[in-house]
């Protein structure tokens, strides 16, 4: 192999976290095969040494032992260990019986956040060969919609430049829980004289980093964000000469937000007319080195994708976008593709499930829709839907309407899964393979610095835990697709990966800092205008239109605040803010984690918390349309949450919040569901 066997090892090596998306570089330190210690690489400019809570809980994670470490069968709702041969012999000619019954498209695979890059692309690559497009991730539920939205308006997805800001906007996130690396770099541009506004329904940890903080009730960023570019064309603090230059639909834009006057906005979110005006002023005497952090607290609403393209228009009216301390526009690297051979040919024969609804959500993934999936399951519309190799991830805990998950996978004629811990999904299948943690494989990856790439470093392996390139090629042998992944190993894969920047695995590997494909530039808008389908930024969307969705980011109020029912439910629930400790449904086997956080709590506002008449700690049930849960609530500070809005935090199997999520509310173009605006009941127990 390219990485020397550290079996009997004394040393250091410099490779990448993967205990969350943000990839920060690490040190290993080895001592007779074993790792004694991992700390961050202070040589590193993208973290500079500092690890969050959960960068110094890996080892909790690699040598937890509670690890599955032996492949397992059910057998009689008994698990049985099995030969990892024998295993996937079983699988594969379980997956060629259900294709030869129902097609090829009835097995799909699912792949978790766990995954990204390589790694992601090879369970796409395995389902593509087998001749199946149904491709599901937690893509339907994270980030996507809002990519969409924004790559709608200026055409990809931007960087923040938080090096050059003077304004920084974090707009529904929590970047101190959730991203760790980011949380320091807007820290250090706050103390070189930058302002950071937080906008969100809660007062989260953040809020005591943020210049100013202003609360919004959610689902209502579309409207405050309309009245943001109200004020800022009234008051001509727009970019005129961008906008006439490398816009299109500015006037229709501009007709549109009068209705947004200060008054509405008001009302509608909550936020004073003087702190719209504090916001718009704020921008405008900061653009064009203005920055926008959106989190994916916008995108979980009914109303969510327009939302978003409200909010990325006014970084592009006021002319941040691909300036410095505004949005980067990155170029991304030339690779080869593990898909480029085979998804026209797929997405010419045969669409997944759920992209005759969102259509937009799978041009931009080429993935079928997980909550459409379930559906497919259990009542074989479009087609059936038998079977599911899914790997890293957990979606009875972070799909919503939970007990639908349930059924439908249990209905499945096989299910397989693959992970590291038993979790709550992987009880529920007919086999579970242990995979290899982020420490058992190497990878290319983005480096965390703008136009970088890495290559992180197999540090460690474990018998019959495979990788995701042994694991997928073992069973395309045994499907009779092999010829689609020839690599002898990851080394071979990686360095074919990587050939076309002329780069050889073994430079990379040599380069902790990553390697610059390509030096950044800003303002290449001049000579290559926007990914758009018009080459410009697009305040009007031909393309959402082409599809029977508005043109321009038409606000509309969210189910929560229209609906039929409203009546029938006194609180609006918010699930899913982001905890330290956690990545979603990670890290909860975690010892000290779990004494630390056993269990969710309900955040409550006092005098919410009078009118029910409970205290600090008491147990409640909590009722929505889909079911109820009992809780322990925790009353809160006024300023922390909103009057009548509720939250409690997801990805614990004591108490799953999706129990009472709905998985029929779902924005009209990406489907994502609206888990951050749910109507409950409260009563104490």
Known sequence: MLIQDYNKANCSVKTFCRMCSYRCPIVVNIEQGKIKKISGDKDHPFNEGKLCVKGRAILDLVYSPERILKPLKKVDGKWQEIDLEVALR??????????????????GVWKGESLDSTQGDLCRRFAFAFGTPNIFSNDTLCAVSKHAAVKSVIGSYPTSDFQDAKCIVIWGSNPLASHFPLYNK???????????ILIDPRKNSFAKFADLYFPIKPATDGALALGIINIIIENKWYDQAFVKEHTIGFEELVQYAQKFNPRYVAEETGISQDDLYKISKTIADSAPHVTYRVGVGPEHHDNGFNNIRAIACIGALCGCTDRPGG????????????????????KEK???????EYPVFYDNRLEGHSIRAMDAILEGQPYPLRGIILTGAN??????????????????????????FMTDTARLADYVLPAASFLERSEVIRGGMPQNISLTKKVLEFDSCQNEYQFWSSLAKKVGIGQYFPWKDEDDLNRWVIKPLGL??????????????KAYNYEKFYENGFGTPSGKVEFSSDYLGKYGHKKLPVYRPAYYLRGKNKDQYKFILITGARQARFNHSCYHHIPRFKKAVPWPV?????????????????????????????????????????????????????????????????????GFPAVKSVFVNVSKI
């Open 90 to 107: 079983e699988i594969s000619q379980r997956m060629l019986s259900i294709k030869e019954k129902y097609g090829a498209k009835s097995i």
């Open 186 to 196: 807007i820290k250090e541009a706050r103390e070189r004289g930058a302002k950071v």
């Open 602 to 670: 309900m955040e409550i506002h006092p005098e919410d918390a009078a009118f029910l008449q409970v205290a600090d700690g008491d147990l409640v049930e909590v009722t929505s349309a889909k079911g109820s849960l009992k809780v322990r609530l925790s009353i809160v500070g006024q300023d922390k949450i909103l009057r009548g809005f509720l939250q409690i935090a997801h990805g614990f199997d004591e108490v799953n919040v999706n129990r009472i999520t709905p998985d029929n509310i779902l924005d009209p173009v990406s």
């Open 395 to 420: 979606p009875v805990l972070t799909n919503p309407n939970a007990d639908k998950v349930e059924k439908a996978l249990k209905s499945l004629d096989l299910f397989v899964v693959r992970d590291l």
């Open 504 to 517: 050889s695995l073994e430079e990379l590997a040599q380069k902790p800092e990553g390697y610059m494909y």
């Open 327 to 346: 949005d980067m526009l990155e170029e991304m690297p030339v690779l080869n593709s593990l898909l480029a051979d085979l998804q026209d040919t797929i």
């Open 350 to 356: 045969l669409r997944p499930i759920g992209a005759e």
